[in-house]
């Protein structure tokens, strides 16, 4: 299955430079949001992941091929 990811912030470094925080990822039949994020080495908090361009919660919900994910990080700053 295949997904589109588009990167925000400092979450974008994890692609090279040229894909401009965006990229299609490979993922097995039943991958969830959690392995996708495994799989592009997001350890750091996440502040929202959009699928399809609806707020997604839950780590363990299951990914379609085509789906659309984003993903925000936490925002600090003072």
């Given at each position: 299955?295949r997904?589109?990811?588009?990167l925000?912030?400092?979450f974008?470094e994890v692609?090279?430079?040229?894909?401009?925080?965006?990229?299609?990822?490979?993922?097995?039949?039943?991958?969830t949001?959690?392995?996708?994020?495994?799989?592009l080495?997001?350890v750091?908090?996440?502040?929202?992941?959009?699928?399809?361009?609806?707020p997604?919660?839950?780590?363990?919900r299951l990914?379609?091929d085509?789906?659309?994910?984003?993903?925000?990080p936490?925002?600090?700053g003072?």
């Open positions: 299955m997904v589109q990811v588009k925000f912030a400092r974008r692609l090279p430079p040229q894909a401009k925080g965006q990229a299609t990822i490979d993922l097995p039949d039943g991958a949001v959690g392995h996708l994020l495994d799989q080495g997001i750091q908090p996440v502040r929202l992941v959009s699928i399809n361009h609806q997604e919660t839950d780590r363990g990914l379609r085509g789906d659309q994910v984003s993903v925000f936490f925002v600090s003072g």
